[in-house]
């Protein structure tokens, strides 16, 4: 889609991993490679949210944090400063079983909403998984200034929809952050 772009969140500290997640070996290829390939399938312009300048060998643009130790919330507002399209696709660089109907699915749903995130039968939500329109740029620094960095105080502040997912594929959402995560699912 020519009006969207993706940004990959891979700025996490992976502190469970103990090291750059986004970077590990899983099933012969880095973690992040995933996402990007997901990402391909939607978007012509994609860019990697991160602040290690190592993803630059996936040759897609970098974005370091504009505020700095702000977690997520920080990587998806320098994403949306950075990006020159009203809708965002962000994926995290941990999550290689998503599959793009899920995403297709949700994309339907942009024109009347602002975020459209998934949440499972559970009613357990991915908001990392979702389309984020750039007008949310003064509402998340606001939450930012105020050190509000949980994603979910933002979707209570906006249009935002849910697109329900069966809990039999609740597995698509799997995130691997530990070693031992890593080699049970290879």
Same mark, same amino acid.
């Given at each position: 889609m020519k009006n969207l772009s993706c940004i990959i969140l891979a700025g996490g500290e992976s502190r469970r991993m103990g090291e750059d997640k986004g970077l590990k070996i899983f099933r012969n290829q880095a973690l992040i490679s995933y996402s990007i390939q997901l990402a391909t399938k939607l978007?012509?312009? #994609? %860019? /990697?949210?991160?602040?290690?300048?190592?993803?630059? !060998?996936?040759?897609?643009?970098?974005?370091?944090? #504009? $505020?700095?130790? =702000?977690?997520?919330?920080?990587? #998806?507002y320098s994403g949306l400063s950075v990006s020159k399209t009203d809708w965002n696709l962000f994926l995290p660089c941990? +999550?290689?079983?998503? &599959? %793009?109907?899920? *995403? *297709?699915?949700? &994309? =339907?749903?942009?024109?009347?909403? !602002? $975020?459209?995130?998934?949440? *499972?039968?559970?009613? &357990?939500?991915?908001? %990392? /998984?979702?389309?984020?329109?750039k007008d949310l740029l003064p509402l998340i620094k606001n939450h930012l200034e105020n050190d509000?960095?949980? $994603?979910?105080?933002?979707?209570?502040? +906006? =249009? +935002?929809?849910? &697109? #329900?997912i069966r809990q039999e594929n609740a597995s698509r959402f799997l995130n691997i952050n530990t070693i031992k995560e890593l080699k049970i699912n290879e």
């Open positions: 978007c012509d312009n #994609i %860019l /990697i949210s991160t602040n290690n300048p190592d993803y630059i !060998k996936f040759d897609y643009p970098l974005i370091y944090d #504009i $505020i700095p130790n =702000k977690g997520p919330m920080g990587g #998806i941990d +999550t290689p079983f998503l &599959q %793009l109907d899920i *995403l *297709l699915k949700m &994309q =339907k749903h942009l024109s009347s909403n !602002k $975020i459209v995130v998934p949440k *499972l039968e559970s009613d &357990q939500i991915q908001p %990392l /998984i979702g389309f984020y329109h509000r960095l949980k $994603i979910m105080g933002l979707l209570n502040k +906006t =249009k +935002t929809y849910y &697109q #329900i």
